[in-house]
């Protein structure tokens, strides 16, 4: 394991010296802080925050949660003992190149020859300017996306008065060509969004046949990527890998969303925009008369909504990359490893009488219930077990996610139960940890064993 213990000190003795040859000054009184004082306070911490759940054990499989990669905390706290800030080049020359240089990377494993991105705070924060760019290039037009979708498609509609169009998803969770197509004979569609990798249950829309249909009447294309994105690596149909056809699509879109602060390693801060035309820069045309000063080359707050962003986050994916690229190789070893895991679960699921898994898993999130012919009972089973598998000592637990279903979402499925109740809980086990593969067996079993209990 990369010791940060080791790695940490390193970091701040090159700032130190960095910053030594400026010349010493004292710290002003006002921020001095005794070690008595500051034990004591994080003391405090550090056992307040023994309340939370271990998301970096390959036992929890429940949310898309994981500590970052030790090069990823290296990076960023290195960084952030200057505090750059990338919003201009006057905060932080080094690592708003950083963030060029990664974005690059990102838009080159999408298959964009050319692009105008920048790393966000947050997906939320990226899918906000795609759409915000969508609205400007079809003013008065509608954006598309899937029930499915993200919840935050509908809701930035909201913030930038567009009205947004929620289109139904077939029994794969996919959304649905035939009510796509013929929202977009409607001839209002300026935008369809689609998802690669929703976040419920990690379903992949059909995007060849999104884009196709899109481009016929003349709608741009979003996909949201911020899951799935990465998965890009290993779209190659093999056994481990995923399906090739709708990633490949995606050089082939207007814009695109992807979090590094989910499958890319990332501590939180961390999402990233790419459109594929940069002319779409002139929408973000503002003056600042207080930054912009030093330099006639770009500047990552010309073309982004956001101003201050940390430096640091650059420079924790800037070191992340290095260490661990964007290649098959890389980054795509721990994808793959995700995906061993979920398939071999559904693989469990299917031989198991008293489990049945929900739909097969695109990605590497599972979904299933514990065997039951009404809803109402299989959502108390799923209730019951998200408590009792976390329910014992903690070198046992297992930490499970639910996920709420209506009773056609069954049905299309196949899952022939009494609708007693209009929706139901199932378990959603996201197995983004690629050390998750080799529990896989012994959590199942001891899933099944609790569900009979
Ligand atoms: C997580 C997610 C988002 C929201 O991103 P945040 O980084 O949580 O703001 C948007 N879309 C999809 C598909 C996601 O999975």
Known sequence: MTDLQKWLPRGVEAINAWQDAYG??????????????????????????????????????????????PAAI???????????????????????????EVVARIATMFGFEQHLGHLTSSGTIANLEALWAARECHPGKRIAYSVDAHYTHSRMCQVIGVEGVPIDTDGSGRMDLGALEQTLASGTIGTVVATLGT?????????????????????????????GGFFSLIADDSPDGVSSEPFAAIRDVDSVVVDPHKHGLQPYGCGAVIFSDPSVGRFYVHDSPYTYFSSDELHLGEISLECSRAGAAAAALWLTLEVI???????????????????????????????????????????YFATRDRMSTIDAASKALFYAAADCDPSEQIHLATYTVKGRDLAMRGHEVEHDSATARIMRSTVMKPESEAHIPAIHARLRKLSRE
């Open 24 to 69: 010493a000054f004292d710290q002003h009184p006002s921020l001095v802080v005794s070690d008595e004082v500051l034990g004591k306070a994080f003391n405090e911490l550090t056992e307040r925050l023994r309340d939370n759940y271990p998301f970096g054990h390959p036992r929890y499989v429940g949310q898309m949660l994981k500590p970052p990669h």
């Open 74 to 100: 290296l990076g960023y706290t290195t960084a952030m003992l200057i505090n750059p800030n990338n919003h201009a080049l006057d905060g932080g020359p080094a690592t708003a190149q950083m963030e060029k």
């Open 199 to 227: 976040t419920g249950l990690g379903a992949i829309d059909p995007l060849r046949a999104i884009v196709d249909l899109s481009r016929a009447h003349g709608a741009r294309v979003h996909v949201d990527t911020a899951y």
């Open 325 to 367: 690229p964007l290649t098959d190789a890389g980054l795509g070893q721990v994808l793959r490893a995700n995906r061993r895991g979920a398939l071999e679960w559904q693989r469990l699921l299917n031989s198991s009488d008293d489990m049945t898994a929900f739909q097969p898993p695109e990605l590497d999130i599972v979904t």
